[in-house]
């Protein structure tokens, strides 16, 4: 999530704001109009003048599986199920 924070900010907004004037880099990020699906993690970018958020930010739930990270959870965000709900002790876990 930092990597696509700083990559839209290098290479979307600050060239579109022309300079290092803080109300024009706002203002370029406000004018940022990306649909969901559209960054590397997934999201999209639109910020709420009001609230300085992006509106197509989302959470989504994460398992390591196989030593990979896995997400399970929103849909249609989720590629696999969650498994092992509850979790097992420690000691019980093995590869999940």
Known sequence: MGFTAMYLLLKRILPA???LDTEKIRQ???ALD???GSTIVGWGM???PA???NTRAFPTYDQWRARK???VA???FG??????MPLPTWGKRGAI
């Open 28 to 30: 370029a990020a406000l």
């Open 69 to 71: 990270i896995v997400t």
């Open 51 to 53: 609230t300085q958020n």
């Open 74 to 76: 929103p849909d249609p």
């Open 17 to 19: 704001a022309g300079s």
């Open 46 to 48: 639109k910020f709420d």
């Open 34 to 36: 990306m649909p969901v």
């Open 79 to 84: 590629v696999k199920k969650p498994t092992a």
